[in-house]
């Protein structure tokens, strides 16, 4: 989760990710950040989060974010 | 039958009476028939075409979910006695036959989308580089017409599919009822493109007459009108006038052919989707909005999400995301780290998906270079304007000006003073002379047209001014009232004058004020032809 904290915090230094959970409904992310955001995640985790899982219930909060990584780990 | 056609409002008006007095269950029923019947006006023989769409996307919509439901049954069937491999092994071998038939539909529907859109200007291409560099031969073009709504349809239809495919819902088991979908009348010829999730949720159902839903839609419809024939209509001969002279009108002309066409592109496009959104609402469905105030964006990639918000979100879901985060895009990304650094290795995903993406949306618009200039000319100005992201912060940080009425100003003007000249690509005939005329709003400043009366010469009288100048307040008022809600929500709580007062201004302003000419036929809407 630190790992995943760091990359978002490195996206927007100024927003906690840790309390937010509407990043997608409040406009915090944009398409550019979530593209950037998976070509971390992939080279971070070695996941990589195909495009029908882009939806805001999966990248609204760092919390989600992180179960889907970890869904996709599971699938692997 | 345009919307603004005398016989289109015959044809609601009885759709309207009939659709409310027969049983409900025939409601849905009776609005295919009624599309089929909308499309067949625009020529019988473009039936086919939308049947083949609706027929190759069921059946393989349905062998798509089959195969689903099989990689299911089988791994419950299985549970205990398939290891991991096994199973992730099993389900990419279900994954891969997906695969190709949804590819199969996507290279029908966008083949046939291709060659009937873009066979012509392929060939003049041709002929262009033979008569250049080649013997000179020449292909002859080839007799295409294109049916109607048919970039809008096809990439509605091919939504569906790629939803279905994605697991996201079940595909639709009544043919009849996708062919619905596909070709519901109001939304045919100019979007929104719609959803299936989202459309079918009132598409389908039986309704009751509603009397504040009809009202409400019956506004909107005649609120489209407005804008349609009071104001696009009536600036449109202004704009033909300066942009089919180029010769005469440069300098502050193309300057305020500009701005024209800002203001009759969006009364045009807004006033056909409110048309379209009011008929729906009139028959009790619920379409999605397809603006959100967009002159008022403080930035090009947010006007991009206020503007054509459907066909802004079909391409993001099904073009930018699975390019920009597919598995090739991934290792060339990690590659790109590898050789030229971090900073321009991240970037290469979205540079390259947002390059596409933008050269499509033009292709999109039409066959010709304007718009393919126009699309990669937006998507220059998106990812500059990304790269300049930190120094803005920089500079927000410093003078906190950032939320001031003034600086909020600057940048709406910033903004629609871009996207305007961004869309002189669309009035000037190609891309040399756009260039060319908007050179010519920095070398020739003829600023005494404003005031010598040769604004007068552009077809357009003084009485015209004014109503295009009432016109232009009344859509800011609105635009201004709609930041706290819905108008007519806001309208309805008003006294029982004030608000019939308002209804009979706006029918008597379309009569009245409408730019009918002599054997009126409202002229055609601007997005009818994409």
Known sequence: ???????????????????????????????????SLIAEIDSEFDVAIPAEEIIPDNF????????????????? | ?????????????????????????????????????????????????????????YLVSHKIDKLHQMRTQYLSKHKGELSREEKKEYKLSIKAIQWKWLLFTLFINFGILAVLKYTNFTIANINYLTQAFGNGRQLSFWNLALPMGISFYTFQTMGYIIDVYRGKYAPEKNLFKLALFVSFFPQLIQGPISRFDDLSKTLFK?????????????????????????????????????????????????????????????????????????????????????????????????????????????????????????????????????IFGDAIGKRIPVYLATLVVWFTTGIWHGSSWNFVVWGLMNSLVILVSQEFEPLYER???????????????????????????????????????????????????????????????????MADYIVLLMGLVLLLTVSLIQRNGSVRSQLEIQPLVLRYAIYYSLIIAVIILGAYGVGYDSSQFIYNQF
Not at chain 2, 231 to 238: F, H, N, S, V
Not at chain 2, 397 to 408: A, D, L, P, S
């Open chain 2, 395 to 461: 500079f927000h940080n410093k003078f906190k000006i950032q939320h001031t009425f003034g600086f909020r100003s600057f940048q709406v003007a910033r903004t629609i003073l871009l996207m305007s000249s961004l869309r002189l690509f669309d009035c000037y005939r190609d891309v040399p002379l756009t260039f060319k005329m908007f050179g010519t709003m920095f070398t020739n400043y003829n600023v005494n047209i404003l005031f010598n009366g040769d604004l007068m010469n552009l077809g357009l009288s």
């Open chain 2, 206 to 338: 039986e309704k009751s007459f509603n009397n504040k839903s009809v009202n409400f839609g019956l506004q909107r419809i005649m609120w489209g009108f407005f804008k349609k024939v009071v104001i696009a209509d009536r600036i449109l001969i202004g704009v033909t006038t300066i942009v089919s002279n180029p010769d005469t009108y440069q300098g502050v002309f193309v300057f305020v052919g500009m701005l024209f066409y800002a203001l009759q592109l969006y009364a045009d496009f807004t006033g056909g989707i409110d048309i379209t959104l009011g008929i729906a609402e009139v028959l009790g469905i619920k379409v999605q909005e397809n603006f959100n105030r967009p002159y008022f964006s403080k930035s090009i990639k947010e006007f991009w999400r206020r503007w054509h918000i459907t066909l802004g979100t079909w391409f993001k879901e099904y073009l930018f995301y699975p390019i920009s985060v597919c598995r090739p895009m991934l290792k060339l990304s990690k590659f790109s780290r590898r």
């Open chain 2, 1 to 57: 039958m345009l919307f603004t056609s005398y016989s289109f409002l015959i044809f609601i008006a009885l759709l309207f009476v009939i659709y409310y007095t027969i049983p409900k269950k025939y409601q849905w029923k009776l609005l295919l028939f009624a599309s089929y019947l909308f499309y067949a006006f625009a020529g019988v023989k473009f039936l086919g075409y939308i049947l083949l769409t609706t027929i190759s996307v």
């Open chain 1, 60 to 76: 609204n909060s760092a919390k989600a974010l992180y179960a889907l990584i970890e869904r996709l780990s599971d699938e692997d």
């Open chain 1, 1 to 35: 989760m630190k790992i995943l904290l760091d990359i978002l915090n490195e996206l927007h230094p100024d927003i906690e990710f840790e309390n937010h959970n509407k990043l997608i409904d409040d406009g915090v992310l944009d398409s550019f950040d979530i593209v």
